[in-house]
């Protein structure tokens, strides 16, 4: 399967791209990587590792900079894609790049869609408390995470991991899922989303980063630890005060009431269930 993978650089995407060259089945043609990424978008990168572009240079993959969608077409035109594969990617493909693809232009979510559409639905199912998710194959439409669903699998959230383990479990998943369905793909079938069942979320806030010590155990540290990159600015509210803290650091089972100052850099907030040794700013 001729595949041009479309992504910005992440550990998400990054997992697919290395999943992808290292399959017989699959043959990268391209790679196509952003201009630029708009301030706040979502974006888990780990120094020490490669980029999606030294991975590309290394194994002679075609880096194509998005900047224009007419320019965009023509380069697609020239490397033939059967198949056009979204990974964490900062801008919508117009329908005319979309249609470029031989078989189809596809988007790997997340999520179990139709739940959680959205540039960061990670943060927002570890913020509900959700244990296990899901990735979803489906067709590039204008309507963000709307269109029919090709596959879909869950998958088990590993409890206190960070945002970049989660996006390498999520990616490999999403991977494993697109060489399972790529044989598939020049079928044509799709199953459009039931849109009773669909929901949404935006960009996270700062208001969205605040978390309330009414919350269970687990869910605080799951949210806090894998919801965003390490050093990330959460705040946590006992009804009082409110403690601005960079990283969860250790959970202990040992009661305590709202928050308590360790005096070392660090607090301890109690939960439902136990409490979360946190870092101040």
Not at 190 to 208: G, K, L, N
Request: charged share 25%.
């Amino acid at each position: 399967m001729r595949v041009v993978l479309v992504a910005m650089d992440s550990v998400f995407a990054r997992t697919v791209f290395e999943r992808l060259l290292a399959d017989p089945g699959a043959h990268v043609a391209g790679l196509v990587a952003p201009a630029a990424v708009p301030r706040g978008f979502p974006r888990s990168c780990v120094a020490g590792t490669p980029s999606n572009l030294s991975l590309a240079l290394n194994e002679g993959v075609e880096i194509i900079d998005h900047r224009d969608d007419d320019a965009l077409c023509a380069e697609l035109a020239r490397l033939r894609p059967e198949l056009i594969v979204v990974a964490c990617y900062p801008r919508h493909l117009a329908p005319r790049v979309a249609a470029c693809a031989r078989f189809a232009s596809v988007n790997l979510h997340p999520s179990l869609l139709p739940a959680y559409r959205g540039p960061d639905p990670l943060f927002w199912q570890l913020r509900d408390g959700a244990s296990s998710t899901g990735v979803t194959i489906h067709r590039v439409e204008q309507r963000l995470d709307a269109g029919a669903i090709a596959a879909a699998s869950p998958t088990v959230l590993p409890a206190g991991a960070t945002r970049e383990a989660l996006e390498r479990v999520l990616g490999d998943a999403a991977a494993r899922l697109l060489l399972a369905w790529s044989g598939e793909a020049k079928r044509g079938r799709f199953t459009v989303q039931d849109e009773s069942r669909a929901t949404s979320h935006p960009m996270p806030r700062a208001a969205d980063r605040v978390l309330s010590t009414s919350w269970s155990l687990a869910r605080a540290w799951n949210f806090l630890r894998g919801a965003a990159p390490a050093g990330s600015l959460f705040e946590i509210d006992d009804g009082r005060r409110r403690i601005v803290v960079r990283d969860a650091l250790e959970c202990q089972l040992d009661r305590v009431d709202g928050i308590v100052d360790n005096g070392d850099g660090t607090i301890s907030a109690g939960f439902d269930g136990g409490a979360i040794r946190l870092r101040t700013v």
